[in-house]
């Protein structure tokens, strides 16, 4: 891990947030790893750099001169409906803040509206019936902004934000239902088998991230049906990935697609993602001063498919006891 932090770093220094724009383990293993070498001499700051230090840049390897696509930016498809994209722009702008409690954090509009288009691409949205289990993104609204599912329902524990999305809906006639909604309390049974299509970016705990999963597949109508989720390497290591992919296989499902880092968060919101940032500063042996300039905090997006009769991994009229966070969560501040 030490070696992978040199590299990463390079001969001439980055900032803490570059370094983890590329860092793509556990935060959890980061500060490990940074506190360690810190203190064994191997990086220095200045300037608000981190640098190797002359005694360990023989460890600095050579690389391929190489860089991701600048059109897609790694993320298979170029987007040109740029109507769609700036309304969706222009409503999201006066979007309720971010609530720290309820772990909400943004995805820039681009790449909701990316989500989308890759749904239309992989399963085309016309006349399906599509719910959002928790929608900070407001996914609802860029789905109701294509005039193209039958019916679009989204689920979320935060009423104001909903409030917020019944009004956006009633301005444009967008006809998205809405549902105050606990993924840890039973679903509605009127809900059960309806949806073609289920879209969430779940808690990174497994027992979080299961419930999610499990109220989305109990949704989804059967066999052929898909599901769209993110997961961050940052916050869920790849030992609860792998837990998390046994268990969608159990229900039924198997993963077609993953894309790396394909949602971006902007970390903007004035009242609660600098805190986020605090409580990942305070963790290291370093001051660092300020706050990014960068999307460093990322997710990975993975598209599953039932292939067999779902078995959810929670009867739909079960209460779950969900673990919020665990020992991989290093922004939550509190």
Request: charge should be positive.
């Amino acid at each position: 891990m030490k070696n992978k932090l040199v590299n990463l770093i390079g001969p001439s220094g980055k900032t803490l947030w570059k370094i983890l724009d590329e860092w793509d383990s556990s935060l959890r293993e980061f500060i490990k790893v940074m506190n360690k070498a810190y203190r064994e001499g191997m990086i220095s700051v200045k300037d608000n750099r981190i640098f190797v230090t002359e005694k360990y840049k023989h460890l600095i390897q050579p690389r391929l001169r190489v860089k991701r696509c600048g059109r897609c930016r790694g993320k298979l498809i170029e987007f040109r409906e740029k109507k769609l994209l700036k309304k969706f722009v222009e409503i999201v702008k006066n979007r309720p803040h971010v609530k720290v409690e309820y772990f909400q954090g943004w995805i820039r509009p681009i790449d909701s509206i990316r989500r989308i288009a890759l749904m239309d691409y992989w399963d085309g949205i016309a006349d399906k019936n599509i719910v959002l289990i928790g929608d900070d993104d407001l996914e609802s609204i860029a789905l109701g902004l294509t005039n193209l599912p039958k019916r679009i329902l989204a689920l979320d524990i935060d009423e104001n934000l909903l409030d917020y999305i019944e009004r956006v809906s009633k301005k444009f006639r967008l006809n998205i239902e809405t549902l105050a909604y606990d993924v840890s309390n039973p679903l509605p049974k009127k809900l059960l088998k309806k949806f073609d299509i289920f879209s969430t970016e779940p808690l990174e705990t497994i027992s979080g991230c299961l419930a999610f999963l499990s109220r989305g597949a109990s949704l989804l109508k059967g066999k052929d049906c898909t599901g769209y989720f993110g997961l961050t390497t940052l916050e869920c290591s790849f030992k609860k990935w792998q837990e998390i992919e046994k268990e969608l296989i159990g229900m039924g499902f198997v993963i077609t697609d993953i894309i790396r880092n394909f949602s971006e968060y902007p970390m903007s919101d004035p009242v609660g993602d600098k805190e986020y940032e605090d409580s990942l500063k305070r963790k290291l042996p370093f001051k660092i001063r300020g706050y990014s300039k960068i999307n460093w905090y990322k997710s990975w997006l993975f598209r599953i498919k039932a292939i067999e009769k779902i078995k959810p991994k929670f009867k739909w009229n079960e209460k779950i006891k969900i673990e919020v966070k665990d020992e991989d969560d290093i922004t939550y501040p509190y």
